[in-house]
């Protein structure tokens, strides 16, 4: 667990703002005192931005510290979803779920974490999913992105452990927004939700809830946020051959330097 962070004042980006998740943890911090500034496609944000672009996203970090000052906390929320058989995918396909969902949030950590650690504090949120435990057939593209992002997540907080940024990763099961309804309309998908809904294993998560929790999680320098509660255990068992290289080798002379 990182320190603790008096949220009221600070100032946060929060990727893919204009709805669902990303507009809900918006708004919650901003009731808490919070200045965000919502980044994402649509218009009604301050910065407005095709995260699938990687020309725009080049040096994205820079341009809004030089229009908003520096960044407390970053958010990445942005994300795509991509349906139906993985043989029906095409290159294209492969590519913008592949850069939005996972590229995009690596390149901005890199862009942002430096400058972070050079002001000796901040918070990154990785929004990832229970999709990168388990996935149903429909996702595959979906589910492989977000474990992509949980890993990369899970290694960088080992070799920040020392650092003064905190890392939260957020992994959460269905929430009831349009990229769920999308979900839904492939039918052996809505079939894997439907049936452990049905056995009670994993209940639809509202996206205030999700608000919350993640907030609360930044101010309290908590390292994950992972709900329904009841399948959170999966995502940590996941966790544990990280854990135990950590522990194995984070004893040794140069730990200090990771």
């Known amino acids: 667990m990182h320190s603790k962070m008096e ?3 600070t100032t946060w980006v929060v990727t893919g703002a204009s709805a669902g998740i990303g507009e809900a943890i918006t708004h919650e911090a901003r009731r808490r005192g919070v200045t965000v500034i919502g980044v994402a496609r649509r ?4 910065v407005r931005a095709d995260l699938a672009d990687p020309e725009v996203v080049e040096g994205l970090v820079e341009r809004i510290e030089e229009e908003h000052g520096p960044i407390d906390v970053w958010v990445n929320n942005a994300g795509v979803d991509a349906r139906g058989p993985f043989l029906d995918a095409s290159a294209d396909d492969v590519r913008a779920i592949q850069q939005i969902n996972l590229a995009t949030p690596i390149e901005l950590c890199r862009q942002v974490i430096p400058r972070m650690v050079r002001r000796n504090g901040g918070h990154v949120v990785n929004v990832s999913s229970m999709a990168s435990v388990a996935a149903f057939p429909g996702i595959v593209l979906y589910g492989s992105t977000k474990a992509g ?3 990369f997540h899970r290694v960088l907080r080992t070799e920040l452990g020392r650092s003064p940024v905190g890392l939260t990763i957020v992994e959460i099961g269905p929430s009831p927004t349009d990229m769920l309804d999308r979900a839904y309309a492939h039918p052996p998908t809505e079939h894997g939700f439907r049936r ?3 056995l009670l294993v994993l209940p639809e998560v509202d996206r205030v809830r999700v608000a ?3 907030v609360d999680a930044v101010e309290a320098g908590r390292a994950a946020v992972r709900l329904p509660r ?3 255990p999966a995502a940590w068992v996941v966790s544990v051959p990280q854990r135990l290289v950590d ?3 984070l004893d040794r002379p140069d730990a200090a330097a990771r």
Do not use: M, P
Request: cysteine-free; overall charge negative; hydrophobic content about 45%.
């Open 43 to 46: 218009e009604g944000v301050e």
């Open 149 to 151: 992002l949980s890993a």
């Open 7 to 9: 949220i009221d004042g």
């Open 230 to 232: 009841r399948i959170a």
């Open 212 to 214: 919350t929790e993640v």
């Open 247 to 249: 522990l194995l080798t």
């Open 196 to 198: 452990l809904r049905r």
